[in-house]
């Protein structure tokens, strides 16, 4: 039986290999694209394996889950990525280990992180969520502001002490009218982008596209793709 290690490293083999043909057949230099691996569900001996075979970049959505993870791997050379729903309670914890927090979507939040990370004395990247099933000054299904509310969620982060804003998030929707689209939602979120970094050009990461779809997040343009499955297997089933 192939131990852990290999098995990972033969994923992310195949998962490269996969980002670095889309990257190809975008036209696209394979540096333009970061991966990054969610590890939810996934103990943090596996997180040690992926940082030996090269990972810098792991994500989780569940802060009950990530802290202790990031505690027992503090050691590594790891940008933590938060990306699920946050809510406000869980706030400090997560400013003690994040260095990017992918799913701000209402300016509650933005005032809890930038008073959380002043306390911590760090500095948060942040992207603002986007949900392209969200009716007009509404939250998604799956968490994210509608298209609407991203100039005032992007000012609000700017302008927030302890806060950085990198960009833009999101997930593929499984309503409205990208529902089964995801490459036309992943173009939508580069046109959002695009005008983004008009007023903030700084702003330049668009983290889109996950083990099903990453070949076209990558050929819309998205600087980072969140991959779970692909690279660590199916996930145990919780509960």
């Not at 300016?107 to 099933?133: M, Y």
């Not at 509608?146 to 100039?151: F, I, N, Q």
Request: include cysteine; charge should be negative.
């Amino acid at each position: 039986m192939m131990d852990r290690k290999s098995e990972l490293a033969e994923n992310l083999a195949r998962v490269e290999g996969r980002i670095s043909s889309a990257c190809a057949a975008a036209g696209r230099a394979r540096d333009e694209v970061t991966l990054i691996v969610v590890t939810k569900t996934y103990p943090a001996s596996d997180v040690r394996l992926l940082a030996d075979l090269g990972v810098r970049h792991v994500a989780e959505n569940r802060d009950q889950d990530a802290a202790p993870k990031a505690a027992a791997c503090a050691d590594l050379p790891l940008d933590w990525h938060f990306v699920g729903q946050l809510q406000t309670n869980k706030v400090r914890s997560v400013a003690g280990y994040a260095h990017v927090v992918q799913s701000v979507d209402r300016p509650k939040l933005v005032t809890a992180l930038s008073a959380a990370a002043q306390n911590a004395g760090r500095e948060l990247g942040c992207l603002v969520q986007i949900a392209l099933d969200a009716e007009s000054g509404e939250r998604g299904a799956r968490g994210g502001a509608a298209p609407d509310l991203l100039p005032e969620l992007a000012d609000l982060v700017a302008a927030a002490p302890g806060l950085r804003l990198d960009g833009l998030m999101t997930v593929a929707p499984l309503a409205g009218p990208y529902a089964g689209r995801e490459q036309a939602a992943f173009e939508r979120l580069m046109e959002l982008s695009s005008g983004l970094r008009a007023d903030h050009p700084a702003a330049t990461m668009v983290s889109a596209g996950m083990s099903a779809d990453l070949e076209q997040a990558v050929a819309a343009g998205a600087t980072h793709v969140r991959v779970g499955t692909a690279v660590l297997g199916a996930r145990p089933r919780l509960g």
